[in-house]
């Protein structure tokens, strides 16, 4: 069956154009008018909630355009498709699924049914293993094969089996046990893991296979590689796999015929999405190094934004309101991309994580009903820690063709204080949205003696779209609140766009595809069954793959 109709229903309902009639009646309004027109605008257009403060005010809106966005989201029964989440109802339809990431972080009283079980009890009991089996590699009772101490922990997984360990490990380093070593494989490349582990003593060295499926051919692939990296290390005794081996996953078969102790297996449920999974089992690496007490904080910290996303008001509801500010400028400004400019060095990872988040989830071209969206869903998410990137793709930004409406993220304490670092780092936080909202005019260039021939150059537009999001400090409670925030943006956009943000059908294709190369590649005939263009590539690789 082919998708044969397009959806326009979310443009034709009465609130879609209302809103479209304002933008356009606004159009030519830039945030310099919108600024001088309201003294308070700074505080009507913020909101504060689960600790974080989210200013939105440097966007191309007003209060008028958040009361219609919020008119949009009720028209889409944003709250009633929320409490189907929390409650287990299977919202992922196309894979018949509950989606109960909520669930990992719910209290031990909290009575979540999925097919009529209670699932908070697993829950709990999946913690409760992974925080005493935490407590003895991180005392030291837990030895190696050999009886040493296991020093090394490196974690093989990919996607959403790796990205949130990986930029949870990153940004939660002042927490972590110094005296232990976080590694985290994923590629496929073999270059991957001997770097990773060339420095590392399988005698102190235990993997976590994390995967979903434990069927993934990077990790499988990986995790066999470590296997044999392993055993070459341990005299070869098989026995040993069972002291530096434990697996992250729901396939308890596969595990086992890995060769993996199931008592050293932690488990994890089909309503938990690989992209969603960072406070499952999967955070297991994430415990290891922070120990169990930090990661309930993160556990906590995410339940929070849950109960705020859950209660609060849309008018004051931060991550229904960063959603509905995404979405204006995605729909109505147009806008193809936003960064996440995490001023913390420590969320160097947190772009790349939020890419899959947002875009494995909201790129989709398909409604909930099978026709093709007659509107633009999620934008390019990409970015790096500032202040890099202000010497590096803020020229774009400043003074490129399209706006890029960019997510700045601050903390009002460092995890290391040193001398006037935070003052400097921060300021470039408030003046970059600053000078992104008002620019510079060619009268203000002028002013400055710049030569005439040099003003166009030197001129800056502003009137481009920011938000900030400023905490305390970036500690385990607020990095499960920040990640809670986003996961239930994207929510929030999903449910408007009418998509399923909770499948990823458009992996599968390159996968297959990948499956029969594999064997051609080295196959002694010829390549002849693809297209040109595939079959060439395919051969000179084929000619030139020994040497
Ligand atoms: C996430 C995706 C995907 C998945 C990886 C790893 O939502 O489904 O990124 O996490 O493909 O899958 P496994 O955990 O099954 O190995």
Redesign the pocket.
């Known amino acids: 069956m082919t998708i044969e109709t397009t959806d326009h229903s979310l443009l034709e309902r009465p609130e879609w154009k209302a809103l479209a009639a304002h933008f356009e009646d606004n159009r030519n309004r830039t945030l310099r008018d919108l600024f001088a027109a309201d003294p308070d605008r700074g505080s009507t257009l913020s909101a504060e909630g689960a600790e974080l403060f989210f200013d939105f005010s440097k966007n191309r809106l007003d209060s008028s355009t958040i009361s219609m966005l919020i008119d949009l989201a009720n028209a889409c029964g944003l709250k009633e498709r929320a409490e189907k989440m929390f409650t287990g109802v299977k919202i992922n339809i196309t894979e018949d699924r509950a989606v109960l990431h909520t669930a990992l972080r719910a209290p031990r009283d909290t009575v979540v049914e999925v097919d009529g079980e209670n699932v908070i009890p697993h829950v709990h009991e999946v913690l409760d293993r992974m925080a005493a089996f935490a407590d003895k590699i991180r005392s030291g009772s837990w030895t190696g094969h050999t009886g040493k101490r296991i020093k090394n922990v490196v974690n093989i ?5 790796d990205l949130g360990p990986v930029m949870a490990y990153e940004a939660l380093k002042p927490f972590s046990d110094r005296s232990m070593t976080f590694r985290f494989v994923s590629n496929v490349d073999g270059n991957d893991f001997a770097e990773k582990t060339r420095d590392l003593s399988p005698e102190e060295t235990l993997f976590i296979i ?4 434990f069927t ?1 051919l990077e ?1 499988m692939t990986n995790a066999h590689t470590a296997r044999d990296w392993s055993l070459a290390g341990l005299g070869g005794d098989e026995s040993a796999v069972a002291k530096h081996f434990v697996a992250v996953s729901t396939n308890a078969e596969g595990v086992g015929g890995f060769g993996i102790d199931t008592h050293n297996m932690f488990g994890f449920w089909d309503w938990v ?3 969603y999974s960072m406070d499952s089992a999967i955070g297991l690496s994430t415990m290891l190094a922070i120990g169990p007490d930090h990661f309930q904080e993160m556990l906590d910290g995410f339940h929070e934004m849950d109960v705020h996303f859950r209660s609060t008001p849309l008018e004051e509801n931060l991550p229904v309101l960063l959603g509905l500010v995404g979405l204006w400028n995605r729909n109505f400004l147009g806008c193809d991309t936003v960064a996440v400019l995490p001023y913390d060095n420590e969320l160097c990872r947190f772009s790349a994580y939020l890419q ?1 988040l947002e875009m ?1 989830s909201n790129g989709k071209h398909v409604t909930l009903g099978g026709d093709r969206v007659g509107w633009d869903t999620c934008p390019v998410i990409w970015g790096e820690p500032g202040t890099n990137g202000q010497h590096a793709f803020y020229q774009m930004i400043h003074q490129g063709t399209k706006p890029v409406p960019c997510d700045f993220i601050c903390f009002c304490q460092p995890a290391n204080p040193i001398g006037d670092h935070q003052d400097k780092l921060v300021s470039n936080v408030f003046a970059q949205a600053e000078a992104l909202a008002f620019g510079k005019t060619e009268a203000e260039v002028k002013a400055e003696g710049v030569a005439d021939a040099l003003l166009p150059h030197k001129e800056f537009d502003g009137n481009r779209p920011t938000n900030v999001i400023m905490t305390q400090k970036l500690d385990p409670k607020t990095l499960g609140r920040l990640v809670a925030l986003y996961e239930h943006k994207v929510f929030t956009q999903g449910t408007i766009w009418g998509i399923n943000s909770f499948d ?1 059908w458009g992996v599968e294709l390159g996968k297959v595809l990948a499956k029969k190369i594999i064997p051609e590649l080295s196959q002694s005939e010829t390549v002849t069954d693809h297209d040109s263009s595939t079959n060439q590539l395919i051969n000179r690789y084929r000619a030139h793959r020994l040497g």
């Open positions: 997984g990919i996607g959403g089996s994390s995967s979903k499926t993934t990790t999405g690989g992209r899959q494995e990823q």
